[in-house]
């Protein structure tokens, strides 16, 4: 059984604690590519997007460790990756070493046409150096790039696409110790994404809501007020908006009777309409 050292445990750790301490969305391929190079040491560290279109599998780079050169050429040769010909064996021409992929896949990973989630990979787990040199894909994109190693891990499904962080070099093959290091930190990359993602999810709100809070100055709402008022706008009840603002119910009540009274309406409902009606209006 593979185990880390302790030296790569406090690495693991320490990258996962980075991991979580930017949740800026935009900049989340590279902060992942950047933490992630500190614990697997590698030529090209890459952040990408695969989908699948019209029956087709296609390629988007996002970011990575020091640029490709030539990536047109991976496009090219795209359907002679073995992992990605693997994986889909449905979209992707008939590989010339399809039986000896799938014969050597499928023994090593049983499951992983099912669970293609965290689970990392290496091209030579599925091809011998000799076979993988004699692509066109290799001499063609990743001889050029000095990579002669792979590793790399799916995640992050979203529909009919997903994202991939890849591992390359070129003196010597990724080690059992370090496809355990991507295998526990994989979770962690896909839960830091969705934590960004919320993140940018409560960032757009509160932009808004502070727009709306300006034009309903003009109104005479308090503060308090446009605090009830932005979360009935939300479709919550008086009793939900009273838990979130740690107020009693009939508190809620009167601040609302207020908000009608300030803003000529004579319900929820209107009152809501006005709010949503503001803040469409900024969006213009």
């Known amino acids: 059984m593979v185990r880390l050292t302790s030296g790569n445990l406090h ?5 996962i604690r980075e991991l979580y301490s930017d ?7 590279d902060h992942i590519i950047q933490v992630a190079s500190k614990i697997i040491p590698s030529g090209v560290i890459s952040f990408a997007t695969i989908s699948r279109k019209k029956q087709k599998l296609c ?5 990575s460790l020091r640029e490709w050169e030539g990536l047109d050429a991976f496009v090219r040769h795209m359907d002679e990756h073995p992992i990605l010909n693997y994986l889909h064996s449905d979209l992707l021409r008939t590989h010339r070493f399809r039986e000896e992929i799938e014969q050597a896949m499928d023994k090593r990973f049983p499951s992983l046409r099912q669970a293609q989630h ?8 599925a ?17 050029k790039n000095e990579s002669d190693y792979q590793l790399l891990i799916s995640f992050l499904p979203s529909g009919n696409a997903y994202s ?4 390359n070099r070129d003196k010597k093959d990724f080690t059992e110790e370090e496809r355990l290091v991507l295998n ?18 409560a960032r757009q709100a509160f932009t808004g809501l502070e727009s709306s809070r300006k034009s309903l100055k003009s109104y005479g709402l308090t503060y308090r007020e446009e605090d009830v008022l932005s979360w009935v706008a939300q479709g919550k009840t008086n009793a939900e908006t009273a838990r979130i603002l740690n107020i009693a119910p009939g508190t809620v009540k009167i601040h609302l009777e207020k908000v009608y009274q300030k803003l000529g309406v004579e319900n929820r409902t209107a009152a809501t ?4 009606g503001i803040k469409d209006t900024k969006k213009e």
């Open 273 to 276: 309409s006005v709010a949503m």
């Open 11 to 15: 690495k693991l750790q320490d990258c």
């Open 59 to 63: 390629y988007a780079g996002q970011a």
């Open 164 to 167: 991939l962080i890849s591992f």
């Open 23 to 29: 949740p800026d969305i935009k900049s989340f391929p």
């Open 127 to 143: 091809l011998t150096n000799r076979r993988y040199r004699a692509l066109g894909l290799y001499n063609d994109f990743f001889r």
């Open 184 to 201: 526990l930190l994989a979770p962690h990359i896909a839960q830091a994404y969705k934590n960004s993602a919320a993140y940018e999810k």
């Open 118 to 125: 965290y689970t990392a990979a290496k091209i030579s787990d």
